[in-house]
Every structure is written in structure tokens, then in C-alpha cells.
């Protein structure tokens, strides 16, 4: 009876190479199969990436790493575009891909964001100049010293997280401030109204409520500033919230605690410092 069952597991590892899939990639997994071993039966190259590039008109794009996703039935592809870094998944059908983030259920741990930071170790700054702060809200004294941007989410978890340690380096260090930009993640439904609402009353209340999970009112008025922030975000090569910018254009990605960024903050960069 076992010689029978690992039968059928090699036939339908032969049937998959064969590019005879089920119609969704999920079911392939359906029934524990190839042995729980992915890469007995799947394999991805970065010419088949490429390949796959060209057709999205992502053609200049450079292939940096393929490995095994933490979900079943996707690759993790680290790609470069114009000195940015990213990931994108690829399904095992090769017919579809997919940005977003995954996390990890049990530790909360953001297993997308992880792998941006090792990919993305070597320092990178941008034009600090370059972003706005009119439409920003602001945390802390607006004649402080030192200025850092904060590209937030009010739906995202990680960013109510970093926001409670932003209120402890103010309280702690007079001579930061940190000016909110929203932008809001398209896999938040909501988070698009509410930034928004937030928005058109410049309120750093109403984003402090919803981080608390408070009911808030819908935008009453037809504000830009937040799809000017999506497009600015993606300019910059910022995919994710939260994201924080030093003054001196140093990109930190993540939620971190108020010790590490006074830390960051106070430590000369390889520009020079702030």
C-alpha cells in the first residue's frame, strides 16, 4: 500500500514537470504532494523570469535571487529595477505573479519584510528634499532639529506599533520630530478612505483612534494628498509601511523601537551624518 501511494506522488510529480497543472496553483498542495519537497518537481530559472518580465513590460529589470516562498506553491524572486530593490512571487504554474507582503501567523513576523532588508543591506538614500511634508501630520516639535519622515498606514499593524515608539523618542529626545506621510496599502480596503478622513481633517487624532481601533467618520472632502503620496511612494521606491527617512535621506524600513532610531538618528551616516 506505501510502494502504491509513493507511485501516485512520482506520477504527479512527472504530470507537473510535464506543465500539466490543476487549474488554481493552491491545489497542487492540496494533498501534501512531491513529497513535501517542492524542488523534486518545480523548478524556476531567471531566464524563465525574465521571460515572465518581458511580458508584464518590466523588461529591464534585473533577476537577483530565486528561492522557495514560505507558502507552498510559490517562488520568492528578489528583482532590481533602476537601483531598487523588490519581491515579487511567482506561482508554480509560471501563469501568475504577485507582490503584498506575507506574514507569519504564530510570530507576527513580516517574512516579506525580512528578506527586503537582507536584500536591501547595503544603505540607500534618496532625496529628502524631494518629499513634501505639507500634507504631513506632525509628531512632535516643528522646530526640532531633526526631521524624519514617517510613509505610514493606518490599517497597517506594524506602523500603530512604531507609532507608540515614535511618541516614546519625543518624549525622550525634543530635538526629533516625525512627519507622517499616508500611504495607504492597496491589500487594506479600508485604509484608503481613512487616510483620507485623516487627511481632510489633519488630524493626528483620528489616526491615533484608529491605531486603537476606534471607529472613525468617513473623508468629507476630495483630498489628493493621498493619492499624490502612493505615486510619490512609488517614485521613491517605497513598498511598504512603515518606512522611515532620516534627515540625511537614509531609508529605514520597518517598525523599530525608539532606542534604535534615536540610535540611527544620532549616528553620523556615510553621507556625513544629518
Same mark, same amino acid.
Given at each position: 500500500?506505501?510502494?502504491?501511494?509513493?507511485?501516485?506522488?512520482?506520477?504527479?510529480?512527472?504530470?507537473?514537470?510535464?506543465?500539466?497543472?490543476?487549474?488554481?496553483?493552491?491545489?497542487?498542495?492540496?494533498?501534501?504532494?512531491?513529497?513535501?519537497?517542492?524542488?523534486?518537481?518545480?523548478?524556476?530559472?531567471?531566464?524563465?523570469?525574465?521571460?515572465?518580465?518581458?511580458?508584464?513590460?518590466?523588461?529591464?529589470?534585473?533577476?537577483?535571487?530565486?528561492?522557495?516562498?514560505?507558502?507552498?506553491?510559490?517562488?520568492?524572486?528578489?528583482?532590481?529595477?533602476?537601483?531598487?530593490?523588490?519581491?515579487?512571487?511567482?506561482?508554480?504554474?509560471?501563469?501568475?505573479?504577485?507582490?503584498?507582503?506575507?506574514?507569519?501567523?504564530?510570530?507576527?513576523?513580516? /517574512?516579506?519584510? @525580512?528578506?527586503?532588508?537582507?536584500?536591501?543591506?547595503? +544603505? =540607500?538614500?534618496?532625496?529628502? &528634499? %524631494?518629499?513634501?511634508?505639507?500634507?504631513?501630520?506632525?509628531?512632535?516639535?516643528?522646530?526640532?532639529?531633526?526631521?524624519?519622515?514617517?510613509?505610514?498606514?493606518?490599517?497597517?499593524?506594524?506602523?500603530?506599533?512604531?507609532?507608540?515608539?515614535?511618541?516614546?523618542?519625543?518624549?525622550?529626545?525634543?530635538?526629533?520630530?516625525?512627519?507622517?506621510?499616508?500611504?495607504?496599502?492597496?491589500?487594506?480596503?479600508?485604509?484608503?478612505?481613512?487616510?483620507?478622513?485623516?487627511?481632510?481633517?489633519?488630524?493626528? /487624532?483620528?489616526? @491615533?483612534?484608529?491605531?486603537?481601533?476606534?471607529?472613525? +467618520? =468617513?473623508?468629507?472632502?476630495? &483630498? %489628493?494628498?493621498?493619492?499624490?503620496?502612493?505615486?510619490?511612494?512609488?517614485?521613491?521606491?517605497?513598498?511598504?509601511?512603515?518606512?522611515?527617512?532620516?534627515?540625511?535621506?537614509?531609508?529605514?524600513?520597518?517598525?523599530?523601537?525608539?532606542?534604535?532610531?534615536?540610535?540611527?538618528?544620532?549616528?553620523?551616516?556615510?553621507?556625513?551624518?544629518?
Amino acid at each position: 500500500m506505501r510502494k502504491m501511494f509513493l507511485l501516485i506522488i512520482f506520477l504527479s510529480c512527472l504530470l507537473l514537470g510535464a506543465n500539466v497543472y490543476l487549474s488554481l496553483d493552491s491545489e497542487v498542495f492540496a494533498f501534501g504532494g512531491c513529497e513535501e519537497n517542492c524542488q523534486k518537481c518545480h523548478a524556476l530559472d531567471a531566464k524563465e523570469v525574465q521571460q515572465i518580465l518581458e511580458k508584464l513590460k518590466a523588461s529591464d529589470a534585473k533577476v537577483l535571487d530565486i528561492k522557495m516562498s514560505p507558502i507552498k506553491g510559490l517562488w520568492e524572486v528578489s528583482i532590481e529595477n533602476n537601483d531598487k530593490r523588490g519581491i515579487m512571487y511567482v506561482g508554480f504554474s509560471k501563469k501568475y505573479v504577485m507582490g503584498g507582503q506575507i506574514f507569519e501567523v504564530e510570530t507576527s513576523l513580516n /517574512k516579506t519584510q @525580512e528578506n527586503l532588508v537582507r536584500i536591501n543591506e547595503t +544603505p =540607500k538614500y534618496i532625496d529628502y &528634499s %524631494k518629499i513634501p511634508l505639507n500634507d504631513a501630520l506632525l509628531v512632535g516639535n516643528k522646530d526640532a532639529k531633526h526631521k524624519v519622515i514617517v510613509f505610514t498606514d493606518p490599517d497597517c499593524p506594524f506602523c500603530g506599533k512604531l507609532h507608540n515608539e515614535l511618541k516614546k523618542v519625543i518624549s525622550e529626545q525634543t530635538d526629533i520630530a516625525f512627519y507622517l506621510k499616508l500611504m495607504p496599502l492597496s491589500f487594506h480596503p479600508d485604509a484608503y478612505w481613512k487616510s483620507k478622513s485623516i487627511l481632510c481633517s489633519k488630524s493626528l /487624532k483620528l489616526l @491615533e483612534d484608529n491605531f486603537e481601533k476606534k471607529p472613525i +467618520p =468617513k473623508p468629507d472632502c476630495e &483630498s %489628493k494628498e493621498v493619492d499624490e503620496n502612493i505615486k510619490l511612494g512609488a517614485e521613491l521606491g517605497i513598498t511598504g509601511t512603515p518606512t522611515l527617512i532620516m534627515p540625511d535621506g537614509l531609508i529605514v524600513p520597518g517598525a523599530k523601537d525608539s532606542k534604535t532610531i534615536i540610535d540611527i538618528i544620532s549616528t553620523p551616516s556615510k553621507k556625513g551624518g544629518s
